[in-house]
């Protein structure tokens, strides 16, 4: 199979964010500072491992559908859906809230482009779902890290 250009672009988006997102993990993780910081520091790194093992699994995709992904710097500040990373140190309070949000936009990106990713080809639908629960669990598992016990959490509907 090769992939349509729309198929190409829409993994390309995926790849993007995904090199976008250890890149900022990254950046939060040698410039965190407060309480908690060991446990963010070590947090930070899961994130980072698994944004790098989902890229190489989507740019390795691509050219499986003879596709070629683009990791270039360039491109990857240019296209990326994640806002930019604060200079400087951050907070751990504040780093949790920043890469909750990357983690979440990252996987919008990721609902964004599935349908039409799956109508053309459903096994790289299938990686998307891997890395959309995987991702999910680690916006939940950091995000928790200033959560209070009495905070609204969102009951499932009823059927």
């Known amino acids: 199979m090769k992939a349509s250009q729309t198929l190409a672009g829409n993994l390309q988006a995926v790849l ?4 976008e997102l250890q890149l900022q993990g990254k950046q939060a993780h040698w410039n965190i500072v ?3 910081f060991r446990d963010l520091h070590l947090q930070l790194d899961e994130i980072v491992l698994a944004a790098r093992q989902f890229a190489d699994d989507t740019a390795e995709r691509m ?3 003879h596709a070629l992904p ?6 990857i500040a240019e296209a990326t859906r994640l806002s930019q990373f604060p200079e400087g140190l951050t907070n751990t309070k504040e780093a949790v ?3 909750t949000e990357r983690l979440e936009r990252t996987v919008q990106t990721m ?3 599935h349908d039409e990713v799956d109508e053309e080809d459903p096994t790289s639908a299938d990686l998307l779902h891997e890395f959309i629960a995987r991702l999910e669990q680690l916006a939940w598992m950091v995000n928790a890290e200033t ?3 009495n905070a609204e959490v969102q009951e499932p ?3």
């Open 16 to 19: 993007t964010d995904l090199i």
């Open 34 to 36: 407060g309480q908690n």
């Open 63 to 65: 050219r499986s559908l």
């Open 70 to 75: 683009d990791g270039r710097s360039a491109t």
């Open 97 to 99: 809230k920043l890469i």
């Open 111 to 113: 609902r964004d482009v």
């Open 147 to 149: 959560m209070t016990a």
């Open 157 to 159: 509907d009823e059927k």
